[in-house]
C-alpha cells in the first residue's frame, strides 16, 4: 500500500473553487473560514499536512477561538505546530497585531465616551489578550472625549500595584476633567477582588478633591468586562 502522503493532495492539486486564494479572488475574502484565512497567511504546509489542514489544527488547539489564538506567542507556535517557522510565526502575529491595532481605531480619540461599551473599545485593544495584569488610565476632557491615555503599572499575573498620586499627578498635567479606569484579569474571571475596590475608591475620592470625576472604573477579561458604573458602585457619598 502507498504510503498515505504519497496519495495526499497538496492545495496546488486542488480545484480552482477549492483553493483558497483563488476563492478569495472570484467571492471576495469573506467567503473564506478562518482555517482559510489563516492558510493564506502561512502559505504553505509541511509534509504531512496542507496550509489548511495546518491552519485547523492550529485552531482545533484554542477551540476555534480567535481570540485565544492571539495569545499565542512566538515559541508557542514553533514548539506547537510543524511547519510554523519564525517567518510564518512572525506573519501570523503580525495579522493579530494590524486587528488590534485597528480595534483600538474604532473609537476615534475625539468620539465622546457614553456607555461602558465604550470605556471597553477604548482599552481592550491595550490589554485583552495580555498573560499579565496592567492598569490603565484614560483622561477626558469636558465633552467626556478621550485626550490622553497611560499606562499606569504592570503586575504578575494575580495584581498590579497602583499609585494614587501617579494618576493625580497625570490627571492634573492633563487638566482632566474626568478620569476613566481600566485594569486585565488574565484568570478569565472578571469580578473585583476587595483590593480593585479598595483603589478605585481610593482614586475616586483623591479626584474628587480635585474636581476630577472618575466615571468608570472597568475590568477586561478577555472579551468580557465588568463595570463599576454600570453595577451603581460610583455613586453615593465620599
Known sequence: MKDFAMKRKSIKDWGDDERPRERALRHGIA????????????????????AVELAQRILASVQQNLHELSRLTLPDLMRNFKGIGQAKGLTILAAIELGRRRMAMELPQHTPIVTSKDVFTAFFPLVGDLPYEEFWIAALNRSNKIIHKQKISQGG??????????????????????????????????????????ITWDIYRAAH?????VLDHIIISGTRFYSYSDEGRLEGPI
Open 157 to 198: 499575573v494575580s495584581e498590579t500595584v497602583v499609585d494614587v498620586k501617579v494618576i493625580l499627578k497625570i490627571a492634573l498635567e492633563q487638566l482632566a476633567s474626568g478620569l476613566l479606569l481600566c485594569h486585565n484579569h488574565p484568570s478569565g474571571s472578571t469580578s473585583p477582588s476587595s483590593a480593585d475596590d479598595k
Open 31 to 50: 467567503s473564506l473560514s478562518n482555517a482559510e484565512l489563516l492558510a493564506i497567511l502561512i502559505g504553505s504546509g509541511n509534509n504531512d499536512e496542507s
Open 209 to 213: 478633591c480635585c474636581g476630577i470625576r
